[in-house]
């Protein structure tokens, strides 16, 4: 074997150990570059199909026959049909599986005063009055303790679009156990052995127009 054809065969030995490692490096995404889970889009993949003769995929403008995940008399349902005229994949049944799934992941995030995880789930505005509540605990040196005992009931009380914008409003009443405790751990607000039931007004939306299938937390109130 000549010295041309050693140095040919270590070139190209070094060259695709060079692409080997770019690949490794450039082919993976970690951290912040990754787009946060779409828990609404998880909960639609695992709510079960329908099933039978009566099982009908929507044609081209008609809403989709989900709309039963909403009373037809309630003020939703025309809200709903006209979200749908406009992303027919929306699906108010596995919509609302997935706002229960955000409704508990903000309440312990918020308690545990988890920014990163809030972050994601919430609008701009929203998040800022969040994080503005967070940094008044810290300063004050308080922890809050919020456990949810139970769901009573997560409805989809009013839904449209708002320009290229869908809004769905979901009204929830639990059962939560809230404790405020300062440094020392000594009680300041709350009691640890008392559940009260809480009703929640949350509004997600979601701009039909982006690539994002993620929708945040746009408003919140409460009965």
């Not at 140095?7 to 490096?25: D, E, G, H, P």
């Not at 308690?111 to 809030?118: I, M």
């Not at 994080?131 to 005992?149: D, H, P, Q």
Request: hydrophobic share 40%.
């Amino acid at each position: 074997m000549n010295n041309d054809l050693i140095l040919t065969l270590i070139f190209a030995a070094v060259a695709a150990f060079v692409l080997y490692k770019l690949r490794s490096v450039l082919g993976r995404r970690e951290g912040h570059e990754q787009r946060p889970p779409d828990i609404f889009a998880e909960a639609e993949r695992s709510a079960p199909a329908e099933t039978g003769s009566d099982a009908v995929l929507p044609g081209p403008g008609q809403p989709s026959r989900e709309t039963d995940g909403a009373d037809p008399e309630s003020p939703a349902a025309g809200g709903i049909r006209e979200i749908q005229a406009i992303d027919r994949s929306f699906d108010p049944a596995g919509f609302l599986e997935g706002a229960k799934a955000a409704f508990e992941m903000i309440v312990e995030a918020f308690a545990r005063g988890d920014r990163d995880a809030l972050q994601p789930l919430l609008a701009p505005g929203v998040f800022a009055n969040f994080e503005g509540a967070i940094a008044e605990r810290e300063k004050a040196g308080e922890t809050l303790e919020t456990t949810i005992v139970a769901f009573n009931s997560a409805e989809l009380t009013a839904a449209g679009m708002q320009g290229r914008e869908a809004r769905v409003t979901v009204t929830f009443v639990s059962e939560q156990s809230n404790t405020v405790k300062d440094a020392d751990g000594n009680l300041v607000d709350g009691d640890p052995a008392a559940v009260e039931k809480i009703t929640d007004i949350w509004t997600f939306a979601r701009d039909t127009r982006s690539r994002d299938p993620n929708w945040h937390l746009v408003e919140t109130d409460g009965a």
